[in-house]
């Protein structure tokens, strides 16, 4: 009955419009000690009406786990913009922290990011990310991030930004939701809800032992400059 649901309601959700390159994800709280982990994302928005050009972004990062409470990620990333031109985008680290355990229902953490940009101000974020097990099969996670931006073009005050999923897991490992970004604007021009809210669905299927794959797209409520963003992920843990 539930995955009859949720099948419904993400093909109910792909014909929205989509805002462009989000490479993100609705990280959670887990920390697992020894996982090791390499992924590759892709995010492409297609030409819209108006005849800009596609565009696209490319992220890699790595991951290792040297303790039970602390996680590590290192990323960077590069655009193509809607005149042809490839350049660097961003780079950042990352420190998970996960506070409550696998005992518990609901496992909580922060995630403390720095991030500097090939043209744009640099950032320190500090992330509160939380997983609420419903059901042994089916999970839900919210995330809240906020962020001090520095440098040339700044933003006054702290950026905010709420994340949510959904999220099923089947019999044969393939884990499939719904996800929804919002962003807030900042605490100098605060938005309830944002003019680009972004959601769509997602699964992840397992490829053999080590490697797993993403698909996944998302669109917004608002006037996005992109008819959609299609998401590809590949990962290999080792």
């Known amino acids: 009955m539930f995955r009859t649901a949720l099948l419904g309601i993400l093909a109910g ?10 490479t993100g994800g609705v990280f959670g709280p887990v920390v697992n000690k020894g996982h090791r982990y390499a992924e590759y994302r892709i995010t492409v928005s297609p030409s819209d009406a108006d005849g800009l050009d596609t565009v696209w972004a ?43 355990g696998p005992e518990h229902r609901w496992r909580t953490g922060f995630r403390f ?11 320190m ?45 089947f019999e044969n490992r393939v884990q499939a939701g719904v996800e929804l970004y919002n962003g807030h604007g900042s605490t100098a021009d605060f938005q309830t809800v944002s003019d680009r809210l972004q959601v769509g669905p997602y699964a992840f299927i397992p490829i053999g032992e080590h490697w797993r794959g993403f698909v996944g797209v998302l669109a917004t409520t608002g006037n996005g400059a992109y008819p959609a963003d299609t998401r590809f992920w590949l990962g290999r843990s080792f």
């Open 13 to 22: 959700m792909l014909p929205l419009a989509a805002a462009a390159q989000n």
């Open 58 to 100: 490319q992220r890699f990062h790595v991951e290792d786990t040297p303790t039970d409470r602390i996680m590590w990620r290192v990323f960077a990333q590069v655009r193509r913009d809607p005149f042809g031109e490839t350049e660097f985008d961003s780079a950042q680290a990352e420190i998970f922290t996960e506070l409550r």
């Open 113 to 123: 990011d720095g991030r500097v940009r090939g043209d744009g101000p640099g950032q």
């Open 125 to 169: 974020s500090v992330n509160w990310t939380n997983e609420f097990a419903l059901s042994e099969k089916l999970i839900t996670r919210a995330v809240l991030l906020t962020t001090k931006q520095f440098g040339d073009r700044a933003s006054d005050g702290v950026l905010l930004e709420t994340r949510l999923n959904l999220q099923y897991r």
